[in-house]
Protein backbone atom coordinates (compact mmCIF):
# COMPACT_ATOMS: atom_id res chain seq x y z
CA UNK A 1 0.00 0.00 0.00
CA UNK A 2 1.39 3.30 -1.06
CA UNK A 3 2.01 6.33 1.75
CA UNK A 4 0.88 9.32 0.36
CA UNK A 5 1.94 12.90 1.40
CA UNK A 6 0.09 15.98 0.07
CA UNK A 7 1.42 19.43 -0.36
CA UNK A 8 1.14 22.65 -1.94
CA UNK A 9 -2.00 24.13 -0.46
CA UNK A 10 -2.29 27.73 0.70
CA UNK A 11 -4.12 31.00 0.65
CA UNK A 12 -4.87 32.50 -2.67
CA UNK A 13 -7.27 34.95 -3.93
CA UNK A 14 -10.72 34.34 -5.87
CA UNK A 15 -9.37 33.56 -9.63
CA UNK A 16 -5.71 32.49 -8.73
CA UNK A 17 -3.99 29.68 -8.87
CA UNK A 18 -2.25 26.62 -7.12
CA UNK A 19 -0.76 23.09 -7.65
CA UNK A 20 -0.68 20.16 -5.15
CA UNK A 21 1.65 17.75 -5.12
CA UNK A 22 1.25 13.91 -3.51
CA UNK A 23 4.18 12.24 -3.01
CA UNK A 24 3.92 8.58 -2.76
CA UNK A 25 6.39 6.07 -1.29
CA UNK A 26 6.26 2.29 -2.80
CA UNK A 27 8.16 0.96 -5.94
CA UNK A 28 4.44 0.11 -7.35
CA UNK A 29 3.42 3.52 -8.01
CA UNK A 30 2.99 3.19 -11.61
CA UNK A 31 0.33 0.38 -10.70
CA UNK A 32 -2.24 2.72 -8.87
CA UNK A 33 -4.94 4.62 -10.35
CA UNK A 34 -4.79 8.27 -8.36
CA UNK A 35 -7.20 10.32 -7.49
CA UNK A 36 -7.42 13.71 -5.49
CA UNK A 37 -10.25 14.60 -2.73
CA UNK A 38 -11.46 17.47 -0.73
CA UNK A 39 -13.79 18.20 2.26
CA UNK A 40 -14.40 21.76 2.90
CA UNK A 41 -15.92 22.57 6.88
CA UNK A 42 -19.26 21.02 7.64
CA UNK A 43 -19.47 19.20 4.37
CA UNK A 44 -18.59 15.09 3.25
CA UNK A 45 -15.53 14.59 1.46
CA UNK A 46 -15.86 14.73 -2.23
CA UNK A 47 -14.38 13.67 -5.20
CA UNK A 48 -12.15 16.16 -7.53
CA UNK A 49 -10.34 14.27 -9.86
CA UNK A 50 -9.02 10.71 -10.71
CA UNK A 51 -5.82 9.47 -13.17
CA UNK A 52 -5.07 6.33 -14.58
CA UNK A 53 -1.65 4.01 -14.13
CA UNK A 54 -0.88 6.12 -17.64
CA UNK A 55 -1.60 9.15 -17.13
CA UNK A 56 -3.99 8.72 -20.24
CA UNK A 57 -7.38 8.94 -18.82
CA UNK A 58 -8.54 11.39 -16.51
CA UNK A 59 -12.05 12.32 -14.97
CA UNK A 60 -13.00 15.36 -13.27
CA UNK A 61 -16.19 16.05 -11.00
CA UNK A 62 -18.23 18.93 -12.93
CA UNK A 63 -17.51 21.61 -10.97
CA UNK A 64 -13.75 21.43 -11.55
CA UNK A 65 -14.09 20.44 -15.23
CA UNK A 66 -11.79 23.04 -17.35
CA UNK A 67 -10.58 24.63 -14.13
CA UNK A 68 -8.54 21.50 -12.74
CA UNK A 69 -5.84 19.65 -14.61
CA UNK A 70 -4.66 16.43 -12.84
CA UNK A 71 -1.24 14.78 -13.78
CA UNK A 72 1.16 12.54 -12.25
CA UNK A 73 5.02 12.02 -13.00
CA UNK A 74 5.62 8.02 -12.32
CA UNK A 75 8.96 8.72 -12.43
CA UNK A 76 8.45 10.73 -8.66
CA UNK A 77 6.35 8.60 -7.75
CA UNK A 78 4.06 11.72 -8.14
CA UNK A 79 0.85 12.85 -8.77
CA UNK A 80 -0.38 16.56 -9.33
CA UNK A 81 -3.70 18.62 -9.47
CA UNK A 82 -3.24 22.21 -10.85
CA UNK A 83 -6.41 24.39 -10.05
CA UNK A 84 -7.06 27.60 -12.22
CA UNK A 85 -9.81 29.89 -11.45
CA UNK A 86 -10.39 29.21 -7.91
CA UNK A 87 -13.32 30.05 -6.07
CA UNK A 88 -14.30 30.81 -2.69
CA UNK A 89 -16.85 28.10 -2.14
CA UNK A 90 -13.40 25.30 -2.96
CA UNK A 91 -11.85 26.27 0.38
CA UNK A 92 -11.37 22.87 1.77
CA UNK A 93 -8.82 20.05 2.84
CA UNK A 94 -7.55 18.58 -0.11
CA UNK A 95 -6.68 14.69 -0.05
CA UNK A 96 -4.97 12.11 -2.03
CA UNK A 97 -5.47 8.62 -2.25
CA UNK A 98 -4.55 5.14 -4.69
CA UNK A 99 -6.72 2.44 -5.82
CA UNK A 100 -6.28 -0.45 -8.32
CA UNK A 101 -8.53 1.16 -10.97
CA UNK A 102 -9.89 5.00 -11.52
CA UNK A 103 -13.61 3.18 -10.42
CA UNK A 104 -12.32 2.14 -7.31
CA UNK A 105 -10.53 5.79 -6.74
CA UNK A 106 -14.06 7.48 -7.81
CA UNK A 107 -15.74 5.14 -5.73
CA UNK A 108 -13.83 7.55 -2.58
CA UNK A 109 -13.99 4.14 -0.10
CA UNK A 110 -10.52 3.89 1.43
CA UNK A 111 -9.32 2.47 4.75
CA UNK A 112 -7.19 5.47 5.58
CA UNK A 113 -6.20 8.90 4.27
CA UNK A 114 -3.39 10.80 5.09
CA UNK A 115 -3.31 14.91 6.34
CA UNK A 116 -4.34 16.77 3.19
CA UNK A 117 -3.10 20.16 2.27
CA UNK A 118 -5.62 23.14 3.27
CA UNK A 119 -6.27 25.17 0.70
CA UNK A 120 -8.24 28.82 1.41
CA UNK A 121 -9.59 30.58 -0.80
CA UNK A 122 -10.26 34.39 -0.26
CA UNK A 123 -13.01 36.67 -1.97
Known amino acids: QLQLVESGGGLVQAGGSLRLSCAASGRTFSSYAMGWFRQAPGKEREFVAA????????YYADSVKGRFTISRDNAKNTVYLKMNSLKPEETAVYYCNSGATIAAVMGGRFGSWGQGTQVTVSS
Open 51 to 58: IGWTGANT
